[in-house]
């Protein structure tokens, strides 16, 4: 795991993606699943395409992204929250940045595999997803936003401490929007490991109804469209959660810097 | 009772800033701070605001008092407005009473937007501004005019003299005339140690 910080001045931006090329790529996995002629090894996109569509209609599909999701993003909010807590403690507590430092760091070095397997023994299967959720997004939050805290502009704190700002007034005015940065590149960055870590959990500890489950059981039954169709959805619903929560923070904080 | 400043002393490792300086500064009345740069202007005014830890002496009289300043840097918060910047130190302004102020320093039309998006003159402005509006004893002013363009300057000199009169004000300035024009009743010249 990698932790982050925010971008500030130089460093090159990343090219965004262009139509033409997603047509492109999607020609050539459409072209080399048509030459290798068996969807078993290689199933084109127009079938993925079509199986998602049918997928979409049954009842099941919606309550399998409802439990998966319901646990991976409760484990990120809930990672978000207390990392933010943490962090702020840490700041203002160096004991408590000491006592943090060991436990982070491990959860950082181990394994997300080892985990997961460790964590099946304490806790069912069912809420696996969302205590991986919660231990890959956690150090992530943490330390970016201890980062932030710890880079907030001198100068403005002086400046509060001159005209005797209330601490209400620095967290608002001053400390959210200079950790700001910090925190959105986090969640940018911990939202994809969140879906990957808690949609592995699951195929390990297949839960009944989860997405994990149903790539597990595409495996087992060599069913490939299933598989890229659950691939799909997977990755629709992550994007599609980053986008929404991180459209959402800009307008809560948009909303928390207007006076 | 003044503030009085005794046998000031302030370094920063070997190199000495401040050596036993001393000075009275009457309440009530604008004190001229001046000097070379790198005679210690600017760490005086940071131990009187209480942001440097002094070496030696003492200073008496600051007690209780309630500080404003423009600091040698604008100091504002990027994201929020110019009208923002102000209220952030003194939200009992009601907002007309500070749009008023920023019409006064022609600012009026750039009361919304974000403090990234001004000029370096506008800034000072509302640096001043901020400073001005707000509720003080002591007001520290650290080249508060940089940047401005001479008629700029001139306006905004009388708009901040009417603003500080009877008020105990330290300004530190290169300039003798900004001083005089700021009524300056006592200028402190600090010198080589």
């Known amino acids: ?95 408590v940045e000491e006592l943090l430092a060991p436990l982070v760091l491990t959860i950082k070095s181990i394994p997300v595999a080892s985990f997961i397997i460790l964590v099946l023994i304490w806790v069912s299967s069912r809420n696996l997803s969302m205590l991986i959720s919660f231990l890959m997004v956690f150090p992530v939050i943490y330390t970016n936003v201890l980062s932030g805290i710890c880079n907030t502009d001198p100068q403005l704190l002086e400046m509060a401490q001159v005209f005797e700002l209330p601490a209400s007034r620095r967290i608002r005015y001053i400390y959210v929007s200079q ?9 940018s960055l911990a939202l994809g490991l969140c879906w990957k870590a808690g949609v592995a959990a699951e195929v390990i500890g297949i839960p009944d109804g989860s997405m994990g489950e149903k790539l597990y059981s595409a495996k087992i039954y060599l069913d490939t469209p299933d598989l890229f169709a659950w691939t799909l959805v997977i990755v629709l619903v992550s994007l599609a959660f980053e986008r929404l929560f991180l459209a959402l923070l800009d307008r809560i904080v948009a909303r928390l810097e207007r006076m | 009772m003044d503030i009085i400043i005794d046998k000031l002393s302030k370094a920063y490792g070997s190199q000495q800033v401040l050596q036993d300086f001393s000075a009275v500064i009457p309440l009530g009345k604008t004190t001229g ?65 500070i749009m008023e102020a920023l019409a ?90």
């Open chain 1, 1 to 95: 795991m990698s932790s982050i910080t925010a971008a500030k001045g130089s460093g090159q931006i990343p090219t965004p993606i262009k139509f033409w090329a997603v047509v492109v790529w999607l020609a050539v996995w459409q072209a080399v699943s048509m030459a290798l002629g068996q969807e078993i090894l290689l199933v084109s996109p127009v079938s993925v395409v079509i199986r998602t569509g049918k997928l979409a209609l049954e009842a099941e599909f919606w309550q399998t992204i409802l439990f998966s999701f319901s646990r991976i993003a409760g484990g990120f909010f809930l990672a978000a929250i207390l990392g933010t807590i943490m962090a702020a403690l840490a700041a203002g507590f160096r004991r």
């Open chain 1, 179 to 187: 950790v700001l940065p910090y925190f959105r590149a986090a969640c």
């Open chain 2, 104 to 193: 006064a320093l022609e600012l009026a039309g750039c009361a919304h937007q974000p403090a990234r998006e001004l000029s370096g003159g506008m800034r000072r402005r509302v640096a001043l501004l901020r400073a001005l509006m707000a509720d003080y004893d002591i007001l520290y002013l650290d080249e508060p005019f940089k940047g401005l363009d001479v008629e700029t300057k001139a306006e905004v000199i009388a708009y901040t003299r009417k603003h500080i009169d009877g008020k105990t004000v330290l300004l530190v300035t290169h300039d003798l005339e900004e001083a005089q024009a700021l009524g300056a009743h006592q200028i402190l010249e600090l010198r080589d140690h």
């Open chain 2, 33 to 97: 701070i001046m000097a070379p740069s790198g005679y210690g202007k600017t760490t005086l005014l940071r131990i009187l605001m209480g942001l440097e830890q002094l070496d030696g002496g003492t200073v008496q009289g600051l007690e209780g008092l309630r500080q404003s300043a423009v600091f040698q840097e604008d100091r504002l918060c990027e994201n929020l407005s110019a009208a923002a910047n102000i209220r952030l130190v003194c939200p009992r302004k009601s907002p007309r009473e």
